[in-house]
């Protein structure tokens, strides 16, 4: 046997002869194991919305989701979804402003880079042209040479050496280590104006704010798990797993009701 590549692969194949809709779910760094994924985007006062993927389904698929369920329920969709970093990415910025029709932005942490790693000005440091032709680089310098990587639909931009040459950015563009004739490359994705705009943002103090609320979700994932064992499905198969955590979600959303209701009576 040999396992075909990532190319070939297709929809996801049978995992489990106990639960066929099971699939792998990995959560660094424990072992993985057959589930499903849990969604639950929740305000202060409810949770708004609440869903069940595959387990190998990425976490950044996530927030599409939670607006289709919306809009199949004709709910009003939220201005903002904030997300730890797997919803930063900027396909996924993309994804859920095409789906939302423009109603719904991403606040999260942009996921780093090879070039953070590396001591280097990340990619969202440089700005593309509205063509996509040409980048340019925060002292000005524009690089329209540019290659298609092979693994992914990005592209490469290619900053000279002799371009550079006596650049007040070099070190911090190039890091500390950068050989005074070694090219420059910026990789850049389709989504590159959607990541650059969450890093302008994210630098701001409402930007900022919003991110230092994403706590908020935390006391009613733990409420779930603690108390209406949603760790653990109970049955066989996405649609019971779905149930489980509807149940769930609408009996945290009444006791929530009722806290608001007892505690307004007491003011009153």
């Not at 709910?75 to 095409?98: E, S, Y």
């Not at 590159?192 to 994403?214: C, D, I, M, T, W």
Request: one cysteine or more; a positive charge; charged letters at 20%.
């Amino acid at each position: 046997m040999q396992e075909r590549d990532a190319d070939t692969k297709g929809t996801y194949r049978i995992a489990s002869a106990f639960d066929l809709e099971a699939t792998f779910r990995k959560h660094e760094p424990d072992p993985a194991i057959f589930g499903s994924n849990a969604v639950v985007s929740t305000t202060t006062t409810r949770i708004r919305a609440a869903l069940i993927l595959t387990g190998s389904t990425p976490d950044s698929q996530a927030p599409v989701a939670v607006v289709r369920q919306l809009q199949s329920w004709g709910a009003p969709l939220p201005a903002l979804l904030i997300m730890d970093q797997a919803g930063g990415m900027g396909k996924t910025r993309a994804d859920v402003d095409a789906v939302s029709g423009g109603q719904t932005s991403m606040i999260a942490h942009i996921p780093p880079t090879a070039a953070d790693g590396a001591g280097r000005l990340p990619a969202t440091a440089f700005v593309l042209s509205a063509d996509g032709q040409t980048l340019r680089c925060p002292n000005g310098q524009a690089s329209s040479r540019q290659y298609r990587h092979t693994r992914s639909e990005g592209v490469r931009f290619t900053f000279r050496s002799r371009q550079c040459a006596g650049c007040p950015l070099w070190e911090a563009c190039r890091g500390p280590d950068g050989k005074p004739n070694r090219v420059r490359f910026v990789y850049v994705t389709p989504y590159h104006p959607y990541v650059r705009a969450a890093a302008h943002f994210n630098q701001s103090e409402a930007g900022k704010a919003l991110l230092k609320g994403r706590w908020r979700v935390e006391p009613t994932i733990a409420w779930l798990v603690r108390y209406h064992g949603c760790r653990v499905a109970r049955r066989c198969g996405l649609a019971a797993a779905r149930c489980q955590l509807l149940q769930a979600c609408a009996v945290r959303n009444l006791l929530l009701w009722l806290s608001r209701t007892e505690r307004q009576r007491r003011q009153a």
